[in-house]
């Protein structure tokens, strides 16, 4: 997959704001991919479209989630910054052809994570929360965590990400509970 191509595909679909963020976390994931020995071009493609359908209207997201992620998303179908991540993963499929498990997950699963996440998963998921314009409480310890323990890192964002949704009386996704759980007994 030709990562200009993506880029320049990319560009149609997002306001310049997004297509910055994904620039961003494109870098910062590969940035990580030197550190931890990932494959890069993975994390390249993964990174690039994570956010492909963020601006898709709210009833594209629910159709296409109600039409290909039945089950998954039954219990969210409202929630549509959940539901991004699954239509992305969906047109990296249907439309870019992408056959790759990890690059799928990492695009599927970077808003919530999930229990035995694999590497080039963990990448997508930190650089989306650490990307240089990140700024929430907590986001420079979870920046240096990044660079030595990726399981520790999501663990103290997860935590973070837990706080902020039960005092704003949120929704919290199964997945990301169960990411929780899995990192704190392994880190
Ligand atoms: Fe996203
Ligand atoms: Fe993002």
Redesign the pocket.
Known sequence: MNIDFLKKELATVLSKKRYEHSIRVLNTALALGEIYNANLNEIAIASLL??YA?EFTREELIKISKEHFTEETKDYITNV?IL??YV?SYIAKDKFKIDNTDILNAIKF??TGRKNMSLVEKIVYVA?AIEPKRDYPYVEEIRDLALVNLNKAILLEVNKKIEHLIKGNYVIHINSIEMRNWLLKIS
């Open positions: 994570h956010d963020k910054e991004h991540s992305a970077h808003t989306d």
